[in-house]
Nanobody
């Protein structure tokens, strides 16, 4: 089972940028689908972006044009570049993988955007 560790969260002003990283303990080249989710206080966890093994991407409407998901199979790392951040982006961000009928989660990293 692959272990995931997120990093890169922090406090940023509205309009700023952050890049989240998700380091995997094993190879990600065979992982069919990886993604970023977020959970704000009092809300359900929501999907933010996904990327397939072939590099196809998908985004929730609220982040389209601002966030970019990418993966570096050589470094076994998933990224989320977040630009033009808004206060409503404040949440704990989690990375996720799905492979061979199983899935795994990281522990999360806090992103706080001040107005």
């Amino acid at each position: 089972q692959v272990q995931l560790v997120e990093s890169g969260g922090g406090l940023v002003q509205a309009g700023g940028s952050l890049r989240l990283s998700c380091a995997a303990s094993g190879t990600i080249s065979t992982i069919d689908l990886m993604g970023w989710y977020r959970q704000a206080p009092g809300k359900q966890r929501e999907l933010v972006a996904t990327i397939t093994r072939g590099g196809g991407t998908n985004y929730v409407d609220s982040v389209k044009g601002r966030f970019t998901i990418s993966r570096d199979n050589a470094r076994n790392t998933l990224y989320l570049q977040m630009n033009n951040l808004k206060p409503e982006d404040t949440a704990v961000y989690y990375c996720n993988y799905k492979r061979w009928g199983t899935e795994g989660w990281g522990q999360g990293t806090q992103v706080t955007v001040s107005s």
